[in-house]
Nanobody, 120 residues
Framework: QVQLVESGGGLVQPGGSLRLSCAASGSIFSIYVMGWYRQAPGKQRELVAATSSGGSTNYADSVKGRFTISRDNAKNTVYLQMNSLKPEDTAVYYC??????????????WGQGTQVTVSS
């Protein structure tokens, strides 16, 4: 079994910053991809940023230059530094992990979601 624990969401004014964290624990052999998705009310869930075990990163066009994804492989933790936040960044942010479990099976897991609200 694998657990993802997210933290760092909250209320911030436009132009402000937040840092999200997601720690994976449990029966993990190796992690392929760690990423963040978001879902705003009435909209589909969308990829925000992702990073592979090889260090490559991928960002949504809407967050390029403002958000930075990073990971600490020793801690099985992924971070999302969000700067210059805009009201349109308001959403529930979900951590997503693709990994190989201790039984050598591949699985995809989701965090519980953390609310980010950008408002004055």
């Amino acid at each position: 079994q694998v657990q993802l624990v997210e933290s760092g969401g909250g209320l911030v004014q436009p132009g402000g910053s937040l840092r999200l964290s997601c720690a994976a624990s449990g029966s993990i052999f190796s992690i392929y991809v760690m990423g963040w998705y978001r879902q705003a009310p009435g909209k589909q869930r969308e990829l925000v940023a992702a990073t592979s075990s090889g260090g490559s990163t991928n960002y949504a066009d809407s967050v390029k230059g403002r958000f930075t994804i990073s990971r600490d492989n020793a801690k099985n933790t992924v971070y999302l530094q969000m700067n210059s936040l805009k009201p349109e960044d308001t959403a529930v942010y979900y951590c997503n992990v693709v990994l190989i479990g201790s039984t050598r099976s591949t699985g995809e897991y989701w965090g519980q979601g953390t609310q980010v609200t950008v408002s004055s």
